[in-house]
C-alpha cells in the first residue's frame, strides 16, 4: 500500500525537479513558498523520516529545508547530518508567485503515476524507508553530492540520541526488533559516568517501535 511518503516521491518524480521542498508541522506557521516550490505540512515533524530529504534530493529535488519546531527541538537534527549543504533550517523569502502546499496526508496522485512511473524513479519506490534511504545516498554519492558517511553518523554505532528524561532503563534496547538501539556508558573527566544511547540507521527500519 502507497504511504504518504511514496505519493510525495511519486508526486515529484511526476513535475519538473522542484527548487525547494519545505517540510513543516501544525505548530509553526506555514511557509510562503514560490513558483517551483513546495511545501509539505504533517500534524508532527516527527512523521517526516530521517531518510526523506536524501530521498527527495535523489528524486531531483535541488534543496529540502524544514521548518524548526520548539515542540520537538531534536527530531530534524539528523536530516542536515545525512546530506549536508543540501538540506537545513527554512530561510524566509518573499516569492513573486505562490507555489504548493500540500497536507502528507492528502498528496494528490499525478496523472503520470498511472504510466509506471515507479518504474522509472532513481530509488525503488516500493522498497520501505530505510532501503530507499540507503539507495538515495548511494544516487547521490554517484552525482557527486556529498552524503553522510559511518564515521559522519558517529561510526559503526550510529547516531547518539539526545534523550531528555532517559533513565537508562534499557527498555527501547531490548524493545527494538531489529537491535538497531545500543546503550553503553563511559567515564568523563573527573571520574563521573554517563550513558550514551545510539541508533544505528542501517539496522532500523523505521517501525517507531
Not at 524493545?175 to 544505528?200: D, F, K, N, V, Y
Request: with cysteine; charged share 20%; net charge negative.
Amino acid at each position: 500500500m502507497s504511504t504518504p511518503a511514496v505519493r510525495l516521491l511519486t508526486w515529484v518524480l511526476s513535475h519538473d525537479p522542484y527548487d525547494l521542498v519545505v517540510l513543516y508541522c501544525e505548530h509553526v506557521q506555514a511557509p510562503e513558498v514560490g513558483k517551483n516550490e513546495l511545501a509539505v505540512c504533517a500534524a508532527e515533524l516527527r512523521e517526516f523520516s530521517a531518510g526523506l530529504p536524501a530521498q527527495l534530493l535523489a528524486c531531483g529535488v535541488r534543496r529540502v529545508e524544514f521548518v524548526p519546531c520548539a515542540h520537538e527541538p531534536h527530531v530534524d537534527s539528523q536530516w542536515p547530518l545525512l546530506t549536508p549543504g543540501h538540506a537545513g533550517p527554512w530561510e524566509p523569502q518573499r516569492p513573486w508567485r505562490p507555489g504548493e502546499t500540500f497536507a502528507r496526508n492528502a498528496i494528490p496522485v499525478p496523472r503520470r503515476a498511472v504510466f509506471g512511473i515507479h518504474d522509472h524513479a532513481p530509488i525503488n519506490l516500493r522498497a520501505d524507508d530505510q532501503d530507499r534511504t540507503i539507495e538515495a545516498l548511494a544516487v547521490l554519492a554517484d552525482r557527486g553530492i556529498a552524503v553522510a558517511s559511518a564515521n559522519d553518523l558517529g561510526g559503526a554505532s550510529g547516531l547518539h540520541l539526545v534523550a531528555d528524561g532517559c533513565t537508562a532503563c534499557r527498555v527501547c534496547v531490548g524493545s527494538c526488533p531489529e537491535g538497531a538501539m545500543h546503550l553503553s556508558t563511559t567515564e568523563l573527566p573527573g571520574g563521573a559516568r554517563t550513558s550514551i544511547l545510539s541508533h544505528a540507521l542501517d539496522a532500523c527500519r523505521g517501525c517507531r517501535m
